[in-house]
């Protein structure tokens, strides 16, 4: 089947193309055709004639760009990411179309970032790096504090938020989760389940790894923040409409929030995954966040790793084979 790739960058055709080479899908080899613009409505119209959409998380998959994927022969929308916030669903279903993702690629991948920022904001070790450089070896405005004992408010037990949680057990963390559906493996850490206020009126850290749903938007808005225990950290790498950022920089001004870690950003479909060094960002709420010391980001990095871009291209070139065959692959969204 021909692969229309949208938001294409080199490191997705070196793992697609990596993966397709030695795939056996059991019909004939994919074609794969990388494009790089994302998927708009302007754009769209390059995937006329390709029976299957290779779609990113940034890429607009809302009901005008089905409705043109659908004129041009479109049967399958291939989504390379977990997450499927962006698809319209019952547009898709309305026309047929088929989506499929990638349930779980390298939770500890993210888990691993998750932690790494955490470290990282703690410990300052962002601005150490600037200082030494710069022949700067005082350590003023560099203390961190111990994370051995301290109380962390899981948001989401799902893969990423117990990895997540069994690193921070293994650094003699207290452990707390508010999720809708408790998972075994979390209280098997001796994590203890409460209500969202208390997680976040208990926990030193708090970081977010739900799926961004209708009731979890804004899930972290004024009234929440004002909830958490004076000075928490907060940490965002699961997706950026979890916060409320005009509240969230609030929250940094008054202190509320000590300090706040970003994979993720609301509107970061403007900004993310491209090189805008010599641009004039015109996002003021993304700029104020970088004005704060006590704010770290980076730009959706957290599934970066070679194991995870490799498990990326067989599981979606998997999905596109099983729809080949007319069989069911598991990852579907939706009913067609
Ligand atoms: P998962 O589906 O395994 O777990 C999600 C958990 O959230 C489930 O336990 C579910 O019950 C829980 N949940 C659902 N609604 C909730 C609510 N209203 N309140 C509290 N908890 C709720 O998902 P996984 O693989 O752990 O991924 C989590 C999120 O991480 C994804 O939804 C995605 O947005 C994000 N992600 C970010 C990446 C990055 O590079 N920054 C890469 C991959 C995923």
Redesign the pocket.
């Known amino acids: 089947m021909r692969i229309a790739f949208f938001s294409a960058k080199a490191y997705d055709r070196q793992s697609f193309e990596d993966v397709n080479r030695g795939f056996d899908s059991g019909s004939d080899p994919h074609e794969l055709v990388f494009f790089e613009p994302r998927l708009t409505p302007t754009t769209a119209a390059l995937a006329h004639g390709f029976g299957v959409v290779c779609a990113f998380i940034n890429d607009d998959v809302s009901g005008p760009v089905l409705e043109q994927l659908a004129a041009g022969g479109t049967q399958l929308v291939a989504l390379r990411?977990?997450?499927f916030?962006n698809i319209d669903l019952a547009t898709a279903e309305r026309l047929g179309i088929a989506i499929a993702r990638v349930?779980?690629?390298s939770?500890h991948?993210?888990a691993e970032?998750t932690v790494g920022l955490m470290l990282t904001l703690n410990r300052k070790i962002h601005r150490a790096y600037n200082r030494v450089r710069e022949g700067n070896f005082a350590l003023d405005g560099l203390l961190g504090f111990d994370f051995h004992g301290k109380t962390i408010g899981i948001?989401?037990?799902?893969?990423?938020?117990?990895l997540t949680a069994k690193i921070l057990h293994g650094f003699g963390c207290q452990l707390l989760a508010?999720?809708?559906?408790p998972?075994e493996d979390f209280l098997a850490l001796g994590g203890r389940y409460v209500e969202?206020p208390q997680l976040l009126g208990q926990s030193d850290v708090v970081s977010l790894?739900?799926?961004?749903?209708p009731?979890?938007k804004h899930?972290m808005n004024a009234e929440a923040i004002a909830q958490l225990k004076p000075g928490a950290m907060l940490v965002n790498?699961?997706?950026g409409a979890l916060l409320d950022t005009a509240a969230v920089v609030m929250g940094l001004k008054s202190g509320k929030i000590g300090a706040l870690a970003l994979?993720?950003y609301e509107q970061e479909a403007a900004l993310f995954f491209e090189d805008l060094s010599n641009e004039i960002i015109q996002d003021d709420l993304f700029e104020r966040l970088l004005t704060f010391p006590n704010v770290l980001i980076t730009g959706?990095?957290?599934?970066?790793t070679r194991e995870a871009l490799s498990n990326i291209a067989e599981t979606t070139l998997g999905n596109v084979a099983a729809f080949e065959r007319g069989e069911r692959s598991g990852n579907e969204v939706g009913t067609c």
Do not use: W
């Open positions: 990411s977990a997450g916030n349930p779980a690629y939770p991948a993210v970032h948001i989401g037990t799902g893969k990423i938020g117990v508010y999720d809708v559906h998972s969202l790894h739900c799926p961004l749903l009731q979890t899930l790498t699961s997706r994979d993720v959706h990095q957290a599934f970066f």
